[in-house]
């Protein structure tokens, strides 16, 4: 099964950008999905974004959509979630997870939740 490790949240503007990564190992089907979930103060974990690893296919929340790309770097086994015009709504912990069966609008997370990366947006 797939492990993964995110990493570079940090502190920015409205409007500013940043990059964060999810890196994963262990053995993984083909097929196999990973996905971005976030979790504001008070508020339940919501999906942001997903990538299929094998097509690039992506899918994003309507949140989102024209703000935010996923894409993957298949040398480094990496998956990548490139945030721009970033709002205080967007302050979060962001988390990576994976989906063995490749589903992009259903992604169903399989693996437990790990440490996660902080978000924050000030205004």
């Known amino acids: 099964q797939v492990q993964v490790v995110e990493s570079g949240g940090g502190l920015v503007q409205t409007g500013g950008s940043l990059r964060l990564s999810c890196a994963a190992s262990?053995?993984?089907?083909?097929?196999?999905?990973m996905g971005w979930f976030r979790q504001a103060p008070g508020k339940e974990r919501e999906f942001v974004a997903a990538?299929?690893?094998?097509?690039?296919?992506?899918y994003y929340a309507d949140s989102v959509k024209g703000r935010f790309t996923c894409s993957r770097d298949n040398a480094k086994n990496t998956v990548y979630l490139q945030m721009n015009s970033l709002k205080p709504e967007d302050t979060a912990v962001y988390y990576c997870n994976t989906d063995p069966i490749g589903r992009l609008s259903q992604f169903l997370p399989f693996h437990s939740w790990g440490r996660g990366t902080q978000v924050t947006v000030s205004s």
């Open positions: 990538i299929r690893w094998s097509s690039g296919d992506t």
């Open positions: 262990g053995r993984t089907f083909s097929n196999y999905a």
